[in-house]
């Protein structure tokens, strides 16, 4: 590839507009709430699952519930039926049959009575659990929206002076030409962030590499319009006055 001089030296300022990005997005990033917001994320995720679990306990232990006053209510019909039924006859033998029935309808209710207590008892039980830890939930909400405004009040500036970077850095874009602009950005996302570098003293600024020999060599045959890469860590090699060619 080929760019003039002074669009190559172009790529220098771009290059220390993304190097300053960098810096406030790491500042940003190391903020002192964030590593307690995180932690918080992570307790909370926990918290979540627990909340799940519990909250299917509960919800089975309301369907069983569910079922046996339903049960309840049809046995409760039963013995209201059979009750009318032998209010309303004379025969012995259905007397008989019916207090037999009746008997054993009300130890079903009595038995099913005795198991609901049991179930509302889990039912009670179970809703604790979950008003527990969603009083959790609550309080880890709160301490991450304290902390959250606290880091915002903390990153205010930085967000500003980060805008304001990244408006020069269109600017600054605007002014190199596309294909060298695409260039540098494909050496920068393999760079770690920087797509050029100024060769200073024949050292590269990017991996602090001299060059010496065959590789120097190179370098001093070029034309002023080629575009370099430093042989050491491929990122592009800006030639200046301080190069020392």
Known sequence: MNASP???????RLQAVDTRLQQIAHRL????????????ATRDTAVRSRRAEA???????????????????????????????????????????????????????????????IVMERVEGAEGVVAGIDGERAAIAAETAALEVERD??????????????????VVAGEIPAE???????????GAGIGAALLRQRTCG????????????????????EVLLCPECDRILVRTDESGI
Do not use: W
């Not at 991996?207 to 002023?224: F, H, I, K, N």
């Open 6 to 12: 002074a669009d190559q030296q172009q790529l220098l």
């Open 29 to 40: 990033g190391s903020l002192p709430q964030s590593a307690p917001i995180a932690e918080l």
């Open 55 to 117: 909250q299917g306990a509960l919800e089975d232990a309301r369907a069983e519930l569910k079922r046996i006053e339903s049960d309840v209510a049809v046995v409760e019909a039963r013995i209201a039926r059979d009750s009318d039924r032998l209010q309303h006859t004379s025969s012995t033998k259905d007397v008989a049959a019916l207090d037999s029935e009746l008997v054993s309808l009300r130890k079903r209710l009595s038995d099913l009575e005795d198991q609901e207590l």
């Open 153 to 170: 009040e903390a990153s205010a500036g930085l967000v500003v002076e980060r805008d304001g970077t990244e408006r020069d850095r269109v």
């Open 180 to 190: 060298l602009l695409a260039y540098y950005e494909q050496r920068r996302a393999r």
């Open 206 to 225: 990017g991996c602090t590499m001299t060059l010496t020999g065959s590789d120097l060599d190179v370098v001093r045959r070029a034309a002023p319009d």
